[in-house]
């Protein structure tokens, strides 16, 4: 390509350079891996900084002797032929033990992060079990008694022990600006840990599944929040007491704020209780939650409704008649309506127990008010988009094994319209139970 054809090209070419360099000025990167908020990805930092630091050097060096080359030894008229070099000992040397060097530089600093970041977590460190399911985290902490869904409570300045396991297929957990992206694998437990810098507390962060693992991989969403010794102590001696509207709740509810070391044995195994139908009891201590307006705009769920044909129609204006103590009793038996209960694939600690926590089939709802996300954190959690995931799951989230409970709803699963099911009011009535679990 001639010079006079590259000019054509030249503004082009000085726009994208112009583009790029404008691209890389930005400061907001909010899912970075290049953060050093934990000490496992400041090993994996480090590690980085001195691949880079080594390889460019190595880029510079051979380029520079590549065009050192090149214009040395270009061919010019009437020059002596090319001398051949085969058979150099001294030079064949030289080229062999250079990149071994270079092979050292790079395998001695790499094999010890590794060392550092598969070694055993330090002792007094929170255990937590991270459990994979299509396509949502089930989150449990087995010294207190707690079992929640897709949102992670840590105490900033302690190091957290993760013990991975999946129910299904293959996931990975990571949280990229916490560093340690691990994979779940079947039939088997890996393990990971780190500590979030005493400074994070307050801060929230989004996890992701970087696993592929099916029609909704991209929907399997978690958030992690960081927050204070006290606060989540708080927050964990409430989420391990039974659900607010729950024959135990009045038992609990009084029961002060744990301290800051709490540790609570593990939950007892759910067993069958009376299913009352007192309305939801107030909770003298809701325990912490973090607070929902100080979330940052990048870690609430953006996902919209579906809209246009696709639209699930609700009437919003029922929502304020909502009566949770006749959702509670839909929650606990559907019979009359032809439908299997709630809770013969969920778990609301406190009531009528169909599953216990290892074969339910769904996130436990036992405090689902408390959390800001629903949908394996694709939605945000409020009224009325939690009306449209109890009426037609399926169709909001592709691959939900949540049934389409609402009456005359095309099920998008089985292909038909649902004949029976629950109508606009009753739905109403459970999302204002489900929402009074604080």
Known sequence: MS??????????????????????CGDQYPNSTFTHFTDNNRIIGALWDRLVFFGTIVFVFVEALLIFTIIKFRKRPGGA??????GNAALEITWTVIP??????????TVRAIYKTQAKAPDGSLKVEVIGHQWWWEFRYPELGVVTANELYLPAGRTVNFQLNTRDVLHSFWTPQ????????????????????SSLAGQVFNGFCVEYCGSSHA?????????????FASWAKHQAADAAGSPAAAATASVPVAAASVAAKPAAPVVAAANV????????????????????????????????????????????Q?????????ITNMANLGKAPCLTCHVVKGEMAMVNNDNARGPNLTHFGSRHTLGGGLFKSDAPTL??????APHMKPGSIMPTLGAGEFNPVTKQKMASGLDDRQIADIVAYLMSLK
């Open 100 to 109: 071994a060097l270079i092979l050292v530089m790079i395998a001695v600093p």
């Open 81 to 86: 032929p090319a001398r051949q070099i085969h």
């Open 219 to 231: 929907n399997m969403r978690f958030r992690v929040y960081t927050v204070t010794a006290d606060q």
């Open 3 to 24: 010079f006079f054809r590259l000019r054509r090209f030249a503004p082009a070419l000085i726009v994208a350079a112009a583009a790029l360099t404008l691209a890389a």
């Open 277 to 320: 139908t007192a309305a939801p009891a107030a909770v003298e201590d809701p325990g912490y939650v973090f607070p929902a307006d100080k979330m940052p705009a990048h870690t609430v769920p953006a996902t919209p409704l579906p809209s246009g044909d696709r639209a699930i129609a609700f009437d919003e204006s029922v929502l304020a």
């Open 178 to 197: 916490l560093g340690g992206k691990r994979d779940l694998i079947t039939n088997r437990t890996n393990w990971l840990w780190y500590t979030p810098d």
């Open 322 to 330: 909502g009566s949770a103590t006749a959702g509670r009793e839909l």
């Open 387 to 392: 009306a449209r995931w109890i009426k037609n």
